[in-house]
Every structure is written in structure tokens, then in C-alpha cells.
């Protein structure tokens, strides 16, 4: 158990459909991450919050919205997704922002377009 | 852009060693992080090198040399457990970690 949770774990949804990825993290950090890992890719970064502020917006299409409400809690809310949409997401967290500070990682959503 | 390599598999046997090796092009280096995820599982954190040489963690030891932009992760003493995904990722900013692809190792008895 590595103290970042996320829900669902899978999700299959249309192109027409909204929905939301949750992620909890119960480490007391204050930097959290969405990162997208589609098969044989490296981890791709989508957004990083630092004490609930987005820090970086990774060029992703505005069909992926994040919300951070709280140090705890980030969400990843969807819309009209497209099947390329279909990936692993993954949320980490960090004590903080600085260099040395590893990223704590959850198990991930699998998310499937149709 | 960034650029990370590293292999894309590698097979070996129970109690063995195997080395999976990362080289990195990147803008800037702060530092680089291994981790290990099996599949369908979170990443998780194995080891992180700043500095020139080698960290040893157990049956597992990470290697750097910047001027090479080189490294490895050594894995000793093979267990079935083992077989998984090994990420190499280099902190090339404040923050940001760009990943390498993964290296899929896998421990035959």
C-alpha cells in the first residue's frame, strides 16, 4: 500500500461521456500528479499542483480538466474523450516540489474509449 | 525534447544478476530516480542518484556517471518476484520527471 488511492480502477466510457478519475493521498504531502501511461510509452506528465495551485499544464487538450480541492484530493474530470484517449492514469504525490523529494504513486485507472 | 533509453526486455534466470542501463539526453539534470511497477501495479520507488558512483540498496545497487549521461540498475540474486517493469527517469527541471519506456524484465526458474 503505498498511501495514494484511486477510483475507479477501471472505466470503459463513450465519447459523448463525462466522468471523473479521483485520487487520495494520505501522506501529508503537498504536490500532487497526473501522469498518462499508454502501452509501451514512457509516463507522460499532464498536470502537477503544488499546495492546491497548478504549476504545470503539459499541453493537454482541454478534454482532460483537473481539479485539486485540497492537498489531499485531485481529479481528473473527462469529456469527450477519443479512443487514442484509452491509457493507464496515474496519480503520484510528493512531500513537495523539490529535487530530491521521490514521487509516491497510486495504482492507477484503466481507462478504455470507445 | 527529452530523450531516454533504455531496453526493452531483458530475460534471466533465478538468482542471477541482470543490469538494465539508461542513457539520457536532457536539457538539465537534477537528479535520477529507478522505479519497479508490475503489472497493473503503482510504480514504486527503488532508488535516486544525484551524484557520480554507485548506491547500493540490498540486492539492488543504481549507477551514474553525468559526464556519460549513463545508468544502471543492478539486480542481484534474481527472484521470480523480480520480474517486472524497471523506469528510469531523470529530473531535467525543477520538477518534472521525463521517463524512459521500461525495461521488462522477466525471471525464468
Known amino acids: 500500500e503505498t498511501g495514494v488511492t484511486q477510483t475507479p480502477r477501471h472505466l470503459v466510457m463513450g465519447m459523448t461521456n463525462k466522468k471523473s478519475l479521483k485520487c487520495e493521498q494520505h501522506?501529508?504531502?503537498?504536490?500532487m500528479y497526473w501522469y498518462k501511461q499508454s502501452a509501451k510509452k514512457p509516463l507522460e506528465l499532464m498536470f502537477v499542483?503544488?499546495?492546491?495551485?497548478?504549476?504545470e499544464n503539459n499541453s493537454v487538450p482541454s478534454r482532460f480538466s483537473p481539479e485539486c480541492p485540497n492537498s489531499s484530493h485531485l481529479f481528473l474530470h473527462l469529456h469527450t474523450l477519443q479512443p487514442e484517449d484509452s491509457a493507464l492514469y496515474l496519480c503520484?504525490?510528493?512531500?513537495?516540489?523539490?529535487?530530491?523529494?521521490?514521487?509516491?504513486f497510486g495504482p492507477g485507472t484503466r481507462l478504455t474509449v470507445l | 525534447g527529452q530523450n531516454i533509453d533504455q531496453p526493452t526486455e531483458m530475460t534471466a534466470t533465478e538468482g542471477a544478476i541482470v543490469q538494465i542501463n539508461c542513457t539520457y539526453q536532457?536539457?538539465?539534470?537534477?537528479?535520477l530516480f529507478w522505479y519497479q511497477q508490475h503489472a497493473g501495479e503503482a510504480p514504486t520507488f527503488l532508488s535516486y542518484?544525484?551524484?557520480?558512483g554507485l548506491e547500493e540498496k540490498g540486492r539492488f545497487s543504481s549507477f551514474l556517471s553525468r559526464s556519460k549521461g549513463y545508468s544502471y540498475l543492478l539486480l542481484k540474486e534474481l527472484q521470480m518476484k523480480d520480474s517486472a517493469s524497471y523506469l528510469c527517469?531523470?529530473?531535467?527541471?525543477?520538477?518534472?520527471?521525463?521517463f524512459g519506456a521500461g525495461t521488462t524484465v522477466t525471471v525464468r526458474a
Open positions: 503520484a504525490s510528493s512531500p513537495g516540489l523539490a529535487d530530491y523529494n521521490e514521487q509516491f
Open positions: 501522506l501529508g504531502h503537498n504536490a
Open positions: 499542483y503544488s499546495l492546491e495551485e497548478r504549476v
Open positions: 536532457t536539457s538539465g539534470f537534477n537528479g
Open positions: 542518484n544525484v551524484l557520480d
Open positions: 527517469a531523470v529530473r531535467d527541471g525543477d520538477y518534472k520527471l521525463s
